[in-house]
């Protein structure tokens, strides 16, 4: 066998020649500290640095995004909306980056209804943020985003609507441009209107699409509805009758409630002079003075039936005791006391219904200082309603360690007390409720109607009810409260103003009663300030509104007349002579 | 042993396009609910502004003056009201 030597690749002659033996190691070594290197950087990402990558990362992808919650709506007694907020749009501006052309400046101007002047100084106003334009409606906000202006951005906020305009307006109150409540029932009940805004984290991508919803943050809550107490017809009535009765007597001011004698809800409560809260430009302090809550004046006259009960109470005096008022001047200590007429001697009843000072004083007087200033307290006179409207006034009653025989005397007949319109009303419940006075209520009880505290036996709140429809009837000092269909009772007031503690040629008219007599369902307080067109007797004044709040809520209420209406049959004989007969009555 | 490893790749590259499929199906899902919510939120906002306008057109002051001026309508004078007794 011929021995060949063979050449294989292997052991290429060539190849023979030996590499220096560094070689492969430093290959070796270099590869090992690449693959070292590469493992260092990624333990040194994935593991030192990690949180920051992340965070960077998320903050590429994910956004939290808040989820707005609307402002609870409100609405009055039958579910009608008197409050509603719907979204809205702020224009804001960041100043670096708006470099607007001029055409674009113009058009952004128009769609704002702004001066193109007053635009671009507010742009370069020097600021890094402002606010172009709030409370911006969404048609317009979308016609800017149209545009696609540089640095001009849009942020969603809430507008709040009052469909219920000036009628409304001192209840409801208002909010701000942050949609909180600022006054009324809008910053009383804001804890419960306002919602949470909820916060959830969520990973977009490049066109901006949420691709996945990582947490939810916090849920949003909306606010809750709140259901008033008042009653939006009710409440129309008693606004339009006190505008007209403004007009009428050149009054400065005016104000109206109307209670559910059952429940001690408030169907209505009106102020005059008011405001579209609506536009709110331009207001002034006078306007937005709910004055039912916030003022306290010397009731007067009003305050006599509440004498006459506590004497009744105690037994002083029965219905038919004569009292004698004398010439109509009574001399206290240095003061002395007059009635408008001399009305000789009258009895108990009587004192109320032509309502004479003398006569209130005499049994004032038969009553002990102490007597009198519990019975005040006990009323409520004092002391706030706490109902969480903002301002709201307690009154004035003075301790009685400092009452002086003339002041009690003044007291009996409302004049160095001093009451808002509010608590008149409901201490007026006291006649109306057997006797009991009800907590008050701005919102609609769907329960049973709370449970009250007595103050006057249930016979004397009965007798009281006899004279006060007295004194709302002929013979008595409100003849004009009267109303068909209907017994009423009340009592007028007519009061000086107090102006830098002195006693001016001012007057409030007021009158306070409830109906039907027999069986009342509505006590209605009606005050109005400086009549100024001639009278300013309460029963002139204030009389004829309440009766035609009154009548027009019995009415609304569907309560059942308790008079015999006499009327009725001639309607129903004749239908043309009752038609003659109309006299063209304005009511409603 | 061969086509135990091909079955295994299978399945993993199986399962792999269906977590894929998934994810993309569960992506489309969800612009879809967000975009249900969207829609649910603009007709709470519309519903709220049509209670709004539906408020304003039934103000007591509106409906009062299209009853007398366009309706030609009063309020009954006394005596002209029947009460019907139960």
Not at chain 1, 570 to 577: D, V, Y
Request: glycine share 8%.
């Amino acid at each position: 066998m011929k021995k060949q030597r063979t050449v294989t690749f292997n052991h290429n002659p060539l190849l023979k020649r030996d590499l220096p033996a560094w070689r492969p190691r430093m290959v070796m070594l270099a590869l090992m500290g690449c693959s070292l290197a590469l493992t260092g950087r990624a333990l040194y990402l994935q593991g030192v640095n990690d949180d920051f990558l992340q965070a960077k990362g998320e903050s590429r992808y994910a956004r939290v995004l808040e989820v707005p919650a609307t402002r609870g709506r409100i609405t009055d007694r039958h579910g009608d909306i008197l409050a509603v907020s719907t979204p809205v749009r702020a224009i804001w501006a960041l100043p670096s980056d708006a470099r607007l052309e001029p055409a674009q400046a113009r058009e952004l101007a128009r769609l704002l209804e702004m001066d193109v002047n007053e635009l671009n100084g507010k742009i370069a106003g020097g600021r890094d943020f402002v606010y172009l334009k709030r409370q911006v409606p969404p048609e317009v906000a979308q016609r800017i985003a149209d545009l696609r202006l540089p640095g001009i951005h849009q942020q969603k906020e809430f507008r709040r609507y009052y469909p219920g305009g000036e009628v409304m307006a001192h209840i409801l109150g208002f909010t701000d441009l942050e949609d909180k409540g600022q006054e009324g029932i809008e910053l009383a009940f804001d804890k419960r209107l306002s919602g949470r805004a909820g916060a959830r984290r969520v990973i977009k991508d490049r066109r901006g699409q949420i691709v996945e919803d990582v947490e939810a943050i916090r849920s949003p809550r909306d606010g809750d509805d709140v259901a008033l107490s008042v009653d939006g017809k009710i409440q129309y009535l008693a606004w339009s009758a006190l505008r007209e009765a403004m007009e009428e007597h050149k009054a400065k001011a005016a104000a109206a409630v109307v209670l559910d004698v059952r429940s001690g809800e408030v169907l209505a409560l009106v102020n005059a002079p008011t405001f579209n809260p609506n536009n709110r430009n331009n207001l002034t302090g006078a306007q937005l003075r709910n004055r039912v809550f916030t003022d306290a004046f010397e009731p007067g006259s009003v305050m006599k039936p509440f004498i006459a009960a506590l004497a009744l109470e105690r037994g002083k005096v029965r219905l038919n005791t004569p009292i004698d008022t004398g010439s109509g001047r009574l001399t206290i200590g240095s003061a002395t006391i007059s009635d408008t007429k001399r009305h000789g001697i009258i009895t108990m009843a009587q004192v109320v219904q032509k309502s004479s000072n003398i006569g209130t004083v005499k049994m004032a007087q038969q009553l002990g200082a102490e007597e009198m200033w519990h019975l005040f307290d006990q009323l409520g006179f004092g002391t706030q309603l706490n109902l969480g409207f903002p301002g709201e006034t307690s009154g004035r009653l003075r301790p009685v360690k400092s009452w002086r025989p003339i002041e009690q005397a003044t007291m009996s007949y409302g004049h160095g007390i001093s009451t808002s319109l509010i608590q008149m009303a409901r201490a007026y419940l006291v006649f109306a409720r057997e006797g009991e006075l009800v907590p008050l209520s701005l919102t609609r009880l769907d329960g049973a109607p709370s449970s009250g505290r007595r103050v006057f036996s249930a016979e004397t709140a009965r007798q009281m009810r006899t004279v006060l429809a007295m004194a709302a009837g002929p013979g008595g000092t409100a003849p004009r409260a009267q109303i068909p269909g209907y017994t009423v009772a009340g009592k007028t007031g007519t009061a000086h103003k107090l102006e830098d503690g002195r006693y001016a040629r001012k007057y409030i008219s007021s009158f306070v009663g409830f109906a039907p007599a027999s069986d009342p369902r509505i006590v209605v307080a009606v005050m109005v300030d400086e009549p100024s067109a001639g009278s300013h007797y309460g029963g002139t004044v204030a009389a004829p509104v309440f009766a035609r709040i009154s009548e027009g809520t019995l009415r609304t209420l569907g309560v059942a007349p308790d008079m015999p209406l006499t009327p009725l049959q001639l309607a129903k004989r004749s239908a043309e002579e009752a038609a003659a007969g109309s006299s063209g009555r304005e009511n409603m | 042993m061969v086509r135990v490893d091909a079955v295994l790749v299978a399945l993993a590259v199986a399962s792999a396009l269906g977590a894929i499929s998934a994810q993309h199906q569960a992506r489309r899902l969800h612009t879809a609910f967000e975009r249900e919510q969207a829609r649910a939120q603009a007709l709470e906002v519309e519903w709220g502004q049509l209670q709004l306008e539906q408020s304003t057109w039934a103000t007591h002051g509106r409906i009062e003056k299209l009853a007398r001026d366009r309706l030609g309508m009063q309020v009954p004078p006394e005596g002209q009201v029947l009460v019907v007794e139960p």
